[in-house]
């Protein structure tokens, strides 16, 4: 069997480096690219091919994880890509499956079944624990079109109104007297809750629920 080539992206270098200490020891897998920057993900996807994508999908600042997701399948619609997350949100999982991600795979897991995930990932599979197909399973009959005031907390409401209106986030801090972090988490949040990743997608969604209009 040849050699399953891995990039690994997370924010932590701890974790990054036990990762790839795991992996290392693992039978036909390479990590070849190691990185802490969402953005850089998908260039250094374009640019070294590997095999799989292993990806957190929490990274601080407006960017997240699902936009890289959305940003490397883009360019290629058959990658593989497993997101190694904590965060086990339903609307989270209806998203990175939507998006195409090959699994889903809590970070409490054990390293047998990361292994066997990415091999299968490699060759095209995908493959959802049994708790995370449950997950899937009964989100799929839950009413998702719940309008977003009643599905966001009342700051991510005003953040989401803002960003409908196409304010940035130094502007939304200032405007609600937060930090910028502050600003971007709860951003991160409503996104996930709302399955979106894009500001765009934001403004589409709002209209769509009334929030906004395009007078």
Not at 26 to 34: D, F, K, Q
Not at 115 to 142: C, W, Y
Request: negative net charge; proline residues 3%.
């Amino acid at each position: 069997m040849e050699k399953v080539t891995v990039l690994l992206a997370d924010e932590s270098p701890l974790i990054r480096t036990g990762l790839s200490m795991v992996l290392m020891k693992a039978p036909n897998i390479e990590v070849i690219h190691e990185t802490g920057q969402v953005q850089t993900i998908c260039e250094a996807y374009q640019r070294l091919s590997p095999n799989v994508v292993v990806m957190d999908i929490v990274f601080q600042g407006e960017t997240t994880g699902l936009d890289a997701i959305s940003d490397i399948l883009e360019y290629d619609h058959d990658a593989a890509i497993v997101v190694l997350t904590q965060d086990d949100q339903a609307r989270l999982i209806q998203a990175i499956y939507k998006l195409g991600a090959k699994s889903f795979v809590p970070k409490n897991t054990t390293a047998e079944l990361l292994v066997d995930a990415i091999k299968k990932a490699a060759d095209g599979e995908k493959t959802f624990l049994p708790g995370i197909a449950q997950t899937l399973a009964d989100f799929s009959t839950r009413n998702v079109d719940d309008e977003p005031e009643e599905m966001l907390t009342e700051r991510e409401f005003g953040i989401y109104k803002l960003i409908a209106a196409d304010r940035t986030t130094p502007e939304i801090a200032k405007s609600l007297e937060l930090s910028e972090k502050s600003v971007s988490n709860a951003l991160y949040n409503l996104k996930q809750k709302l399955g979106l990743s894009r500001t765009t997608e934001i403004i589409k969604h709002a209209i769509k629920h009334g929030v906004i209009s395009l007078d």
